[in-house]
């Protein structure tokens, strides 16, 4: 669903705030993450009589295990609300006109579409008369590329466009790794440098859940903003390549000083972690497969990169994840988290390497990033349907010309 919105978005922005736009959906994980700290602490208080009879986890027996039932039960069941609340709207948003007029070409509707949206209407409404004539009109007239897996390929072959599907999956597969391995072990991270301690159960879910809440406040939430600030002035490509950059810093200061550094520097640097994750690569790595592609491929192009970080996401926690807790003992339950970031810092090093291979989207036509218009770096003729002098004699249709307006009013 989350790419879903940001398929759907990024058509409808303008060229100049796109960046914007899209970091700004993106940037409503940092509110939800708020949301689920702030109903876990609730939470938490709600239960403290309860969870305040067990010194530590393992003797939470009873009126205590009963609490911690009932708390992840809530606490998962008000996760449900915002979901059905976001399916209702994915279910009622309509097609977005450059999905109409680049795949469907159904220019009728595309261009009524627009003028719908430009009134603050949900969908337009054209004479269907029209708009089979069209349609029938531009079927003779138009040779137009099938999204079949065989084009895909062909499409791909070339390292030109296979580049940049190698440089957004790889992206976001070596972000994941580091990012659900910190993210999902949020807990465990904030135990071993000493944020999450206390003298009941209680005190540990508490501390646990504060912890979270400013890591969230002071790291996360402004990363996010700080990328909707400035994508679009600065570049998608600058900020992914620095904040990949930072982050091996950052990671290798973690590894290699971990025992040198007090729980005070080890938690601020989590945070700046934090921070650059989203004014960074989480960010881009969202962003950037939203507008590379051309209209037909772009589902199924983003829709593999996400793929590749939901690999990366699972090495972090099969591979990497056990390698924490080798040696463990009673004392130090995470021996080797030390090496753990060593390793999110070589990740973080590659993501470097892979961002060279991604083109820079700021301000520029979704069009001419397809490769549509002509005289352009990246103009494929074949992709865009301008072969056998379709083009000269059907630009209006062919998406250079009225697509390209119509991709601007919207």
């Known amino acids: ?5 940001n398929l ?5 922005a303008t060229t100049k705030w796109r960046g914007a736009m899209m970091g700004s959906v993106f940037a409503m994980q940092g509110i939800g993450q708020f949301a689920a700290g702030i109903v876990a602490l609730i939470v938490t208080v709600g239960f403290k009589g309860s969870l305040s009879t067990a010194a ?6 009873g009126d205590c295990a009963s609490s911690v039932d009932k708390m992840w039960r809530v606490i998962v069941g008000f996760g449900a609300v915002p979901g059905c ?3 209702y709207y994915r279910l009622t948003i309509p ?11 159904d220019v009728e509707k595309a261009g009524e579409d627009v003028k719908a949206y430009i009134q603050g209407k949900p969908e337009g409404r054209p004479d269907e008369v029209n708009r089979i004539q069209t349609l029938q009109h531009a079927e003779g007239r138009l040779e137009i590329p099938k999204a079949s897996f065989g084009e895909f390929f062909r499409h791909y072959r070339q390292w030109k466009h296979g580049k940049v599907l190698l440089g957004t999956a790889g992206s976001w597969f070596f972000l994941d790794i580091a990012f659900y391995g910190l993210s999902l072990n949020n807990t465990v991270i904030l135990q071993a440098i000493g944020y999450s301690g206390g003298k009941s159960v209680y005190q540990v879910f508490f501390n646990t859940a504060v912890g979270n809440i400013i890591i969230v406040c002071a790291g996360a939430i402004p990363g996010y903003w700080v990328t909707v600030a400035l994508i679009d002035t600065v570049g998608r490509k600058p900020i992914q390549f620095m904040g990949f950059s930072i ?6 200061i973690i590894g290699f000083a971990y025992h040198k550094l007090s729980s005070h520097a080890l938690f ?19 962003i950037i497969p939203g507008e590379c592609f051309p209209t037909r491929y772009r589902s199924t192009s983003h829709g593999l990169s996400a793929a590749a970080g939901k690999i990366g996401s699972i090495i972090a926690q099969v591979v990497i994840g056990p390698v924490r807790v080798h040696g463990a003992t009673k004392t130090n339950p995470s021996p080797w988290l030390n090496h753990v970031m060593e390793i999110y810092a070589l990740f973080m090093l590659l993501g470097v390497f892979t961002t060279f291979l991604l083109p820079e989207t700021k301000r520029k036509t979704l069009e001419e990033l397809a490769g549509e218009v002509p005289g352009t770096s990246n103009y494929d003729a074949v992709s865009a349907g301008h072969v056998g002098g379709v083009h ?4 209006e249709l062919s998406g250079t010309n009225s697509g390209e307006e119509a991709g601007e009013k919207v």
Do not use: H, W
Not at 95 to 105: K, L, M, N, W
């Open 95 to 105: 097609e977005t006109p450059r999905y109409t007029f680049d795949v469907a070409r």
């Open 85 to 87: 609340v976001a399916l």
């Open 247 to 252: 982050l091996t810093v950052l990671f290798c």
């Open 1 to 5: 669903m989350s790419g879903s919105f």
């Open 392 to 395: 000269k004699n059907s630009g």
């Open 268 to 286: 601020g640097l989590y945070v700046l972690c934090q921070f650059f994750f989203n004014f960074g690569p989480n960010s881009t790595t969202f």
């Open 8 to 12: 759907t978005i990024n058509r409808f």
């Open 56 to 61: 530590t986890v393992a003797v939470c027996t």
